[in-house]
């Protein structure tokens, strides 16, 4: 008799695990919200931070180069949210110095959450070294680092020209709106 009864209880269990995990056709129930023209699907990492960008969030962070704006297409990793926390109230400006004759280089005074991997950089990409130090090429090199960004509104050439002729300063700053 104890069988049976453990039998019917496990059953009766299993049964009500089962109605947990299934949707329900009940008649009483509402149905369920239809998504409207203006309600989108859930985004994807890289679209999240699309969206953010576009709402004023601080993953729109604004970048100059010696006092010319540029435009970035940031990474969407820890290093960046890092990134985007240090400047959200206030911009931080790094003195960068020319190395090796294709990048700058400039120490952010904190550390930030380094994920390196063996990267070949190309003019405009901006990396983040040894977790405390941003560098920004014009040129190109492959060493270990982690991805920040890369610069959109210069080619190679426009890279050179704000990069190549000395020491110059990077402000990056919080993209929302003032």
């Excluded at 299993?14 to 859930?42: D, H, N, R, V």
């Excluded at 240090?86 to 994920?115: K, R």
């Amino acid at each position: 008799m104890k069988r049976v009864l453990y039998a019917v209880a496990v059953a009766a269990f299993l049964l009500a695990i089962a109605g947990c995990a299934s949707p329900k056709s009940s008649a009483s129930e509402a149905p369920a919200p239809q998504q409207t023209p203006q309600q989108e699907a859930a985004p994807t990492e890289g679209q999240a931070s699309n969206a953010m960008a576009e709402e004023g969030e601080t993953s729109a962070m604004k970048m100059s180069i010696g006092g010319t704006d540029v435009t970035v297409e940031w990474e969407d990793n820890q290093a960046v949210a890092d990134l985007q926390a240090l400047v959200a109230d206030a911009p931080l400006t790094v003195n960068l110095s020319m190395y090796g004759g294709f990048e700058q280089v400039g120490s952010l005074g904190t550390t930030l959450t380094a994920n390196d991997v063996q990267t070949t950089t190309a003019a405009g990409d901006i990396v983040l070294y040894s977790g405390n130090q941003i560098v920004v090429f014009y040129g190109s090199n492959s060493w270990a680092y982690t991805r920040l960004g890369h610069i959109t509104s210069q080619d190679a050439d426009g890279m050179a020209n704000l990069l190549g002729h000395g020491d110059v300063s990077v402000t990056i700053a919080s993209g929302k709106e003032e």
